[in-house]
């Protein structure tokens, strides 16, 4: 039982568009969502979250947008740079109840074409 | 701020050795520490949580036996692969975080390889 999908396994975009990376959850219990960055042979790391409370976050260049009537989460980054360039993980956690623990979705590889 | 640095980076022993990986939260107190297991191209799979002082609360379908968690410290967490066999080969990464509604942060990871 997938409780966090990311149903786009790859995704190119051109230096200086918007990169949009989508993720939906299942789990109406989740209250906490993030995403996390990866390069190969590292381990993630952080760039943004929301609570459920809020529908946007924003952070620099990042963006993240939640529809909790959907149960679905967005990554928006702009303008894109090739530094971008990584796998992307959304994370979807309940603080509440769930004791914070963290469940990722599949990933999604940006690639940021000069 | 919110390193956390994990060792070694890279480990390749004999099938039945033993392997612990150490993870450290090097700028904060760590109350909660987690171990993930990754597969090639796959997502990050949690295999346990530890909170310091307390023993472990690990996943269905883990064996707590075979993946001896100690967390005796506010900054480190110690993951000990026993009897590692070939297919305990992966790469395992562990994370840690301050309060609960804080994100979690993660070590580089520790490619196992089990010959």
């Known amino acids: 039982d997938q409780q966090v999908k990311q149903n786009s396994p790859s995704l190119s975009v051109q230096e200086g568009r918007i990169s949009i990376l989508n993720c939906d959850y299942t789990?109406?219990?989740?209250?906490?969502f993030l995403w996390y960055k990866k390069y190969p042979a590292e381990g993630p790391t952080f760039l943004i979250s929301?609570?459920?409370?809020?529908d946007k976050n924003e952070d620099g260049r990042f963006t993240v947008f939640l529809n909790k009537s959907a149960k679905h989460l967005s990554l928006h980054i702009v303008p894109s740079q090739p530094g971008d360039s990584a796998v992307y993980f959304c994370?979807?956690?309940?603080?509440?109840?769930?004791?914070?623990?963290?469940?990722f979705g599949q990933g999604t590889e940006l690639s940021v074409k000069p | 701020g919110a390193v956390v640095s994990q060792h070694p980076s890279r480990v390749i022993c004999k099938s039945g050795t033993s392997v612990k990986i150490e993870c450290r939260s090097l700028?904060?107190?760590?109350?909660?520490m987690f171990w993930y297991r990754q597969f090639p191209k796959q997502s990050l799979m949690l295999m346990a949580t530890?909170?310091?002082?307390?023993?472990?609360?690990?996943e269905q379908g883990v064996e707590k036996d075979k993946f001896l968690i100690n967390h005796a410290s506010l900054t480190l967490s110690t993951l000990t692969v026993t009897s590692a066999h070939p297919e305990d080969s992966s790469f395992y990464i562990c994370?840690?975080?301050?309060?609960?509604?804080?994100?979690?942060?993660f070590g580089d990871g520790t490619r196992l390889s089990i010959l």
């Open positions: 994370s840690a975080r301050d309060q609960i509604d804080q994100p979690q942060h």
């Open positions: 789990n109406s219990m989740f209250d906490y």
């Open positions: 929301i609570s459920s409370i809020k």
């Open positions: 994370a979807a956690s309940g603080v509440r109840n769930q004791g914070g623990k963290l469940i």
């Open positions: 700028d904060f107190q760590a109350t909660t």
């Open positions: 530890s909170n310091e002082g307390s023993k472990a609360t690990y």
